[in-house]
């Protein structure tokens, strides 16, 4: 499966964006959908992650809240909305993809990666 990226912007301190992932193929909804990011000088880390129902999904402590994951099977694509942004919410974003992540926090169980929005958050 090929991912792309986008919806990443410049946004102010307390604003909101939605970024979306689009996959290719006709085996999208037998995939986990994560989403991960990675701040300059950081290593990448978990943000969310949804089932291929869409009927669950995980959120790192320090989006829940403030961030949803959503997707959309017939439309081949996911979501992460995210809203009451801080400026430590900026970073590189990356949607990911795998059938079975048995630990989905985890970037190593992602077979398949995205490009990568960039998202700007200012105080």
């Known amino acids: 499966v090929q991912l792309q990226a986008f919806g990443g912007g410049l946004v102010q301190a307390g604003g909101s964006l939605r970024l979306s992932c689009a996959a290719s193929?006709?085996?999208?909804?037998?995939?986990?959908m994560g989403w991960f990011r990675q701040a300059p000088g950081k290593e990448r880390e978990f943000v969310a992650v949804i089932s291929r129902s869409g009927g669950s999904s995980n959120y790192a402590d320090s989006v829940k809240g403030r961030f949803t994951i959503s997707r959309d099977n017939g439309q081949n694509t996911v979501y992460l909305q995210m809203n009451s942004l801080k400026p430590e919410d900026t970073a590189v974003y990356y949607c990911?993809?795998?059938?079975?992540?048995?630990?989905?926090?985890?970037?190593?169980?992602?077979?398949?990666w995205g490009q990568g929005t960039q998202v700007t958050v200012s105080s």
């Open positions: 990911a993809a795998d059938m079975t992540p048995r630990t989905p926090t985890l970037m190593g169980e992602y077979d398949y």
């Open positions: 193929g006709r085996t999208f909804s037998r995939y986990y």
